[in-house]
């Protein structure tokens, strides 16, 4: 994270490797991604980052990581699946995968920013992919869209 810049570079993901366990390993193309990331999200990570110093003295190993789990090694999916469980039980939330919380994200994005910007932000290098499997049509888009047509078509005497 460059705090100055407000970017967050994405290097690394954890993967399963077999006979191994958890393994950092390249991002899937082979670059690293920088994303612009708001002010406010720079001080929710630099807070976070805080709250983390405090507890390294009870990690078990010690990574260059944003998240990793409460002892300071690779986060596990399953785990994360498990706390997001926990999560949507106590606020009395519907059941829901944790994949739908980023086509949530990025159907509400695509409201709001071009595709190309949406595109940098999934990681994915083909619009396709993200329109494809992310971005769906809303209540709210499609009646915009039939109120649009009903602007381009000429009423007359109905």
Do not use: C
């Amino acid at each position: 994270m460059n705090v100055e810049a407000g970017t967050l570079a994405i290097e690394r993901q954890v993967q399963r490797a077999k006979g191994k366990g958890l393994v950092l390993k390249e991002v899937k193309q082979k670059t690293v991604r920088t994303l612009k990331i708001s002010q406010t999200t720079v001080q929710i990570l630099h807070t976070y980052k805080r709250h983390q110093a405090l507890n390294k003295a009870k990690w078990v190993e010690v990574n260059d990581l944003i998240f990793p789990n409460t002892v300071g090694k690779l986060g596990d999916e399953k785990s994360d699946r498990l706390a997001f469980k926990n999560l949507l039980k106590a606020a009395g939330v519907p059941d829901y995968r944790l994949s739908q919380l980023r086509k949530t994200a990025f159907t509400a994005m695509a409201g709001q920013t071009d595709l190309k910007t949406l595109m940098e932000f999934s990681g994915h290098t083909q619009v396709s992919t993200v329109i494809g499997n992310y971005v769906f049509a809303t209540t709210e888009s499609m009646k915009s869209a039939i109120e649009e047509m009903d602007k381009l078509r000429p009423i007359s005497n109905l």
